[in-house]
């Protein structure tokens, strides 16, 4: 079993930055991919960052240049710096592991970018 924690959302400007990170614990594998998931109230939930245990990264059109995912993989974490938020931004951010197969996602933290 694999637990995810997620930590670092709130309310921010629009402009603003906030750093989201996402502890996990239990059988944790060396090789996995982990992503950053989020979903505005009423819509679905979308991808928006991914970063495999060797360190390469892929990010949604809507959060490129803006967004950084990384991870440190001694500690089993891994992090979303946001930078130049907007309200669209706005939204449940959940962090999600696959391995061997299986899908984990942690419980979300809220992001809300408003004035």
């Known amino acids: 079993q694999v637990q995810l924690v997620e930590s670092g959302g709130g309310l921010v400007q629009p402009g603003g930055s906030l750093r989201l990170s996402c502890a996990a614990s239990?059988?944790?594998?060396?090789?996995?991919?982990m992503d950053w998931f989020r979903q505005a109230p009423g819509k679905e939930r979308e991808w928006v960052a991914r970063?495999?245990?060797?360190?390469?990264?892929n990010y949604a059109d809507s959060v490129k240049g803006r967004f950084t995912i990384s991870r440190d993989n001694a500690k089993n974490t891994v992090s979303l710096q946001m930078n130049s938020l907007k309200p669209d931004d706005t939204a449940t951010y959940y962090c999600?592991?696959?391995?061997?197969?299986?899908?984990?996602w942690g419980q979300g933290t809220q992001v809300t970018v408003s004035s």
């Open positions: 999600h592991i696959y391995q061997t197969g299986l899908n984990y």
């Open positions: 970063i495999t245990s060797f360190g390469s990264t």
């Open positions: 239990g059988s944790i594998f060396s090789i996995n991919v």
